[in-house]
């Protein structure tokens, strides 16, 4: 059975940091996508950054390059999302997914398995 289960979330000022893990379980692969995606209340959920065991890729939406840094241990099935700078508009619930077919990591549909989430709230 695959298990993400994500950590790390809370409340933080405007310009603070957080550092999200995400820990996989029950893979029965090592060459897959780790990615992250968020979902604020009212809006769809979206793709943040993403790392692919296989090429070693790292990948970012636009909104979050520059302020957040992706990175994992591969063997410990285990992606850390670094989240500095924080803005309002990065409140948003955070999930972690796992993309098996290991192709495109923007792509919402790709992903096989989700964690639960964790929120972040970022305070003005």
């Known amino acids: 059975q695959v298990q993400l289960v994500e950590s790390g979330g809370g409340l933080v000022q405007t310009g603070g940091s957080l550092k999200l893990t995400c820990v996989a379980s029950g893979l029965t692969t090592s060459t897959y996508i780790l990615g992250w995606f968020r979902q604020a209340p009212g809006k769809e959920r979206e793709f943040v950054s993403a790392?692919?065991?296989?090429?070693?890729?790292?990948y970012y939406a636009d909104s979050v390059k520059g302020r957040f840094t992706i990175s994992g241990d591969n063997a410990k099935n285990t992606a850390y999302l670094q989240a500095n700078s924080l803005k309002p508009e990065d409140t948003a619930v955070y999930y972690c997914?796992?993309?098996?077919?290991?192709?495109?990591?923007?792509?919402?549909?790709?992903?096989?398995?989700w964690g639960q989430g964790t929120q972040v709230t970022v305070s003005s």
């Open positions: 790392i692919s065991w296989s090429s070693g890729g790292t």
């Open positions: 997914a796992a993309d098996l077919l290991d192709y495109n990591p923007r792509d919402i549909y790709e992903y096989d398995f």
